[in-house]
C-alpha cells in the first residue's frame, strides 16, 4: 500500500473522538490531506494528458452544474441589486459633489476588484465546496472508501479529480458575468435615474481599472475554489464514519472556506 492510501485510509479513524486538546493535531492533519489533495489531482490531470488515466466527463459535467450554473440567478440577482444600490450611492455624492471621477472610479474598483470576487467566491463555497465535502464524508461514512482503495481507484481523484476543474472553469465564468451585471446596473441607474453622462463613466472605468487589475481580480476567484476544493476534501476525508461527520463536515467547510478567503483577500490588500 502506498503512502498516500496508508494515510487515505488512516484518517477517518483517526480523527474519531479526538478530545479538544487535539484540535491543533487535526487542523495539521487537514493540512496535509490538502497537501496530498492537490498533489494526487495534479497525478491525475499529467495521466490525462499523457493518455495514462481517463477523465470523468458525467462527474465533470454535474460539478460544473454545482459549481456554477445553479448559482448564476443568485449571482446575477445579487450583483445586478449591489449595482444598483453602487449606483444609486454615487448618484446621490455626484448630486452633492460636482467631482464624477473622484466618485465613480472608487466605485467601479472596489465592486470589479472586492465585491464581486468575493461573493463569487463565498457562492462557489456555500454550493460546491459544501457538496463537494458532503460526497467525500458520505463515502467515508458508508465505507466506500474502503471499496475504492481495494478496487485500485484513488478516492480523492475519484471525487475531486473532476470537481476542481469545474470549480474553476466556472469562478472564472462567474466573475466575469458578476462583473458585467454589477457595472451594467450601475450604469444603467446613473444614466437613467442620475442624468449622468455615460462618457464619465467610462472614463472612470477606464481609470480605475488597468489590465494588472483585471488579471488580479480574475485570478482571485480562481484561488478561491482551489482553496475551497482542497478544504472540501480534506474535511470530508477526515469526517470520521459516523453519520454526524457529514454534516460536522459540510460546517467545517464553510466556516473554513470563507476564512479562507477573507485571509487570501487581505493578502492581496496587503501585497505591495
Not at 473522538?17 to 494526487?40: D, F, S, V, Y
Not at 476534501?233 to 477526515?238: D, F, L, P, Q, V
Request: hydrophobic share 60%; charged share 10%; aromatic share 6%.
Amino acid at each position: 500500500m502506498t503512502p498516500s492510501r496508508r494515510l487515505l485510509s488512516r484518517a477517518p479513524l483517526g480523527l474519531r473522538h479526538q478530545p479538544a486538546q487535539h484540535n491543533r493535531l487535526r487542523a495539521l492533519e487537514r493540512i496535509g490531506l490538502g497537501a496530498l489533495t492537490l498533489k494526487l489531482c495534479l497525478q491525475l490531470y499529467l495521466g490525462i494528458l499523457f493518455g495514462r488515466a481517463q477523465f470523468d466527463l458525467p462527474a465533470f459535467a454535474l460539478a460544473l452544474r454545482q459549481s456554477g450554473l445553479t448559482v448564476f440567478p443568485a449571482l446575477t440577482l445579487v450583483a445586478a441589486t449591489a449595482g444598483v444600490i453602487l449606483g444609486q450611492l454615487a448618484a446621490r455624492l455626484l448630486a452633492e459633489i460636482n467631482l464624477p471621477g473622484l466618485i465613480l472610479v472608487p466605485v467601479i474598483y472596489a465592486v470589479t476588484m472586492e465585491l464581486i470576487p468575493l461573493l463569487v467566491g463565498i457562492l462557489v463555497a456555500g454550493r460546491a465546496g459544501v457538496a463537494l465535502a458532503a460526497r467525500q464524508a458520505n463515502l467515508v461514512a458508508s465505507g466506500q472508501v474502503d471499496g475504492l482503495l481495494v478496487s485500485g481507484i484513488n478516492p480523492i481523484q475519484f471525487t475531486t479529480g473532476p470537481v476542481l476543474p469545474a470549480m474553476l472553469a466556472m469562478s472564472f465564468a462567474l466573475a466575469v458575468w458578476g462583473s458585467l451585471v454589477a457595472l451594467g446596473a450601475a450604469l444603467l441607474w446613473l444614466v437613467v435615474m442620475a442624468d449622468v453622462p455615460s462618457y464619465l463613466f467610462n472614463d472612470a472605468l477606464r481609470q480605475a481599472l488597468t489590465l494588472a487589475d483585471l488579471l488580479e481580480a480574475l485570478s482571485k476567484p480562481l484561488i478561491f475554489s482551489l482553496v475551497i476544493a482542497l478544504i472540501a476534501t480534506a474535511n470530508g476525508i477526515a469526517a470520521g464514519r459516523d453519520v454526524a461527520g457529514v454534516s460536522r463536515a459540510a460546517t467545517d467547510t464553510m466556516i473554513g472556506a470563507v476564512t479562507a478567503i477573507l485571509l487570501i483577500d487581505l493578502g492581496y490588500a496587503l501585497a505591495p
